[in-house]
């Protein structure tokens, strides 16, 4: 157990050091004691969850950008095969890490977003264009 509490304690250090890595390389040997720490991690009986790719479609460029500068935060290389639509974004993780660590702080970051985004139309049709910004429409 002691152990357990040890190796967290140097996976979060080197975790980050890959965050704050100067070069390619510094980034890449952190990555890699990363993936070592991790390994140990597991217990005896358990492997440690494979990487799989992931596939997220979401609904606007703003969505995406967003989405990907999350996945870079964590360390997670975002990218598109060819021929993908720009909503499309592929990613290569354990899934059940970046469920539990990246998309939780996706979710708050999009909510935030959209706050964002209706305080600033809302603005803009009533104060900019002088008109009701009431969004309910005349039936005829």
């Not at 996706?106 to 305080?119: G, K, R, T, V």
Request: proline letters at 4%; a positive charge.
């Amino acid at each position: 157990m002691n152990e357990d509490k040890v190796l967290r304690a140097k996976l979060a250090k080197q975790v980050a050091l890959f965050r704050r890595a100067g070069s390619p390389g510094e980034k890449s040997a952190a990555g890699a004691a990363i993936e070592r720490l991790q390994g140990r991690l597991a217990g005896p009986g358990e492997k440690s969850e494979p990487v799989v790719e992931l596939q997220h479609s979401r609904p606007d460029i703003w969505c995406v950008d967003l989405f990907c500068a999350v996945c870079r935060q964590h360390g997670v290389r975002p990218f598109r095969y060819k021929r993908q639509r720009r909503i499309t974004v592929m990613v290569r993780v354990r899934e059940r890490e970046f469920y539990r660590e990246a998309w939780p702080e996706n979710c708050q970051l999009h909510a935030e977003l959209a706050d964002y985004f209706n305080d600033v139309t809302d603005h803009l049709i009533s104060h900019v264009m002088g008109a009701g910004g009431s969004s309910t429409l005349d039936l005829k």
